[in-house]
Each structure stands twice: as C-alpha cells, then as structure tokens.
Antibody, heavy 121, light 106 residues
Framework: QVQLQESGPGLVKPSETLSLTCSVS????????WSWIRQSPAKGLEWIGY???????DYNPSLKSRLTISLDTSEKQFSLRLSSVTAADTAVYYC???????????????WGQGTMVTVAS | EIVLTQSPDTLSLSPGERATLSCRAS??????LAWYQQKPGQAPRLLIY???YRATGIPARFSGSGSGTDFTLTISSLEPEDFAVYYC?????????FGGGTRVEI
C-alpha cells in the first residue's frame, strides 16, 4: 500500500528557505495530485499547494509568491520550498495524496506522519 | 476563499451517545465537503467526502449530510476511539480550505 514520508530540517532561521521532501512508496506517483498541508495553532490546517506528475502545480494564493513545489518522478519524491520564512511559518508540515480520478477527488485521502518545522534564530 | 466555521468548539459526550457536528460555509460549497478525524500526534484521516460518502474502511456509525452552506457530521453512537478532533474541508472553490475543528471529548 502507498505510504508517504516527510523529511527535512526541523529548524529554519528567519528569512531563509524551508525545504522539505516527501517520499512516496508502495504505489505510482503518476495517478494523483500530491499536496502539502501545514497545521499550526494560529492558522489550523492550511492547504499549501499540489503538483501533478506532468509538472502542473496549483498554490494557495496566500503563499504563492514564496512557494515552489517540484516533483522527481524517478525518485518518487516531491518537494516543498518556502522562501523568506518567518515565525508565522512554524507548523507541522504534512504531505498528502489528492485523488483526481474516481472518488474523493480533491480531498486528502492519504497523509504522511507530518514533520515539525520551527522558524527561529 | 470559502471560510468554514465549525461548531461547537468542543462537544462533551459519553460513549454510546450521539454526536452532531456542524460546519458552515461562507458561500456555497455545493456538495463538495469532506470530514476528517485527527487524534493526538497523528495526521488527519479522511472520513467522509462529497458530503455523505464514507471513505474506505470508515464505520457506518459515521454519516454526513447537508448542502450549500450547512453541513453536519453525525456519529450515531460514540465508541471510545471516536474521541478526537474533527475537521471539515471544502473543494467547491479554490483555494481548498479547512474548518477550525470540533473537539469531541469525554
């Protein structure tokens, strides 16, 4: 069965770039969108954006100017880069599968365990 | 952007009781509303999609209803493992957004 696993630094300095990777195992990376979502006490759950295996992306307008999501199909990984971070970007970051065919489309039907990222000097 | 408002913030109930959770949208989400369950230290889990369809493996005690701007998640008889936080999420308009959550506690 498909599993997702986030990886990346747990601490990022203000004004620097937050970079995370999600590894997809046990299934194809070509049949869904792949999303990033974050959760903080201040903002709750917030959809960040997603990517398709063709390279198509869609971003939350609130983050779009600072955000890049990319995909490496050969490695079955997708990545998040968020630039110019501040303390407001401190959150648990999740990667998730977003179905676009069949049922439950544009929901998040499979999640990674999440990784805590703190923005502090 | 559709803002989702969940109520109540906290629901205090006992095992065996019925839970009714509300999610109200700032504009119509049609039938495109999902519900998730989150337990401490875990990622959210998809329960319901498109208002009333249970995701794979979700017990029949979970049901959803509503349309437009008013939606309800009902747990017919609470099991001990159902005490958690529940979130709604809409796909009727971009960006995809979540509600603030309802905690179901003993």
């Amino acid at each position: 069965q498909v599993q997702l696993q986030e990886s990346g630094p747990g601490l990022v300095k203000p004004s620097e770039t937050l970079s995370l990777t999600c590894s997809v195992s046990g299934g194809s990376i070509s049949t869904s969108y792949w999303s990033w979502i974050r959760q903080s006490p201040a903002k709750g759950l917030e959809w960040i954006g997603y990517i398709y295996h063709t390279g198509i992306t869609d971003y939350n307008p609130s983050l779009k100017s600072r955000l890049t999501i990319s995909l490496d199909t050969s490695e079955k990984q997708f990545s998040l880069r968020l630039s110019s971070v501040t303390a407001a970007d401190t959150a648990v970051y999740y990667c998730a599968r977003t179905p676009i065919f069949g049922v439950a489309i544009y929901t998040f039907d499979l999640w990674g365990q999440g990784t805590m990222v703190t923005v502090a000097s | 952007e559709i803002v989702l408002t969940q109520s109540p913030d906290t629901l205090s109930l006992s095992p065996g009781e019925r839970a009714t959770l509300s999610c109200r949208a700032s504009q119509s989400a049609s039938l495109y509303l999902a519900w998730y369950q989150q337990k401490p230290g875990q990622a959210p889990r998809l329960l319901i999609y498109d208002t009333s369809y249970r995701a794979t493996g979700i017990p029949a005690r979970f049901s959803g209803s509503g349309s437009g701007t008013d939606f309800t998640l009902t747990i017919s008889s609470l099991e001990p493992e159902d005490f958690a936080v529940y979130y709604c999420q809409q796909r009727g308009n971009w960006p995809l957004t979540f509600g603030g959550g309802t905690r179901v506690e003993i």
